[in-house]
């Protein structure tokens, strides 16, 4: 008795933690350059003192989806969409270099290029700072910051540098905590000068809002099924005591 409630038990748990990855999907369905999370379920062994007797649910997200998500016209100077498979370089909190695909760019009042996050943009070496004032920002197709500063004639144009760009491959990419990407490896990776971007654009969310609200129901639907497994596990055990004490 005590096997069949301890599935139900963690079937149901795991349930919990499957609704959460899909409810977060659904909340970023609408954030620039976001990846959805996958999901799955395997049956698990588990292990500890006696014999290996029992075994439970786990529900566990084996990476992203990095499929390329919608390109949005926006004709913004400062917004850009990587064409392809890419990545932007930006700072995390933390100081380490980290990896993401919005790219809704804007300037501070220091001139500090950051991301929609405030998260400082990367360039060769290092963070990006624009020359204050400024009038125009272009970013060309492969990365490079050109301005124009405030009360230039138009063809008064400067290079201030050039966003880094990488392109380790989508299988050694690894999501953290604060939602930005890093190698799984944590080493930094190497530019690739071959990366292009489009300009005055955003590429979107590739959340598939239904698809993720279906799952949402499914995965309600079984939990439900392993609280009555519970619910009858118990009125089993009742009926089973009641039967010894006849005896």
Partial sequence: MDKFLYVAMTGAKQGMNALAVRANNLANANTDGFKADMNQARA????GEG???????????????????????????????????GWMAVQAQD??????????????????LVNSS?????GEAGPIVLPL???????????????????????????VGRIKFVNPGNDQM???????????????????????????????SNV??????????????????QVKMMKNAEELDRASSSLLRMS
């Fill in 208 to 225: 598939n809002a239904v698809h993720e609200m279906v799952e949402m129901i499914n995965i309600q639907r079984q939990y439900e099924m």
């Fill in 133 to 159: 004032p400024i009038e125009k920002v272009h970013i060309s197709g492969e990365g490079i910051i050109s301005v124009r500063p405030q009360g230039a004639t138009a063809e008064v144009i400067e290079e």
């Fill in 44 to 47: 698990m062994q588990a292990f």
């Fill in 174 to 204: 690894m999501r953290g905590d604060d939602g930005l990407f890093r190698l799984a490896s944590g080493e930094v990776a190497a530019t690739d000068p071959t990366v292009r971007v489009e300009n005055g654009a955003v590429e979107g």
């Fill in 51 to 85: 014999m290996p007797t029992r075994v439970f649910s786990m529900a566990e997200s084996p990476g992203a989806n990095f499929r390329e998500g919608p390109i949005r016209t926006t004709g913004r100077d400062l917004d850009i969409a990587i064409n392809g498979d």
């Fill in 95 to 112: 100081g380490s270099e980290a990896y993401t695909r919005a790219g809704s760019l804007k300037f501070d009042s220091t001139g500090l």
């Fill in 118 to 122: 405030d998260r400082a943009v990367m």
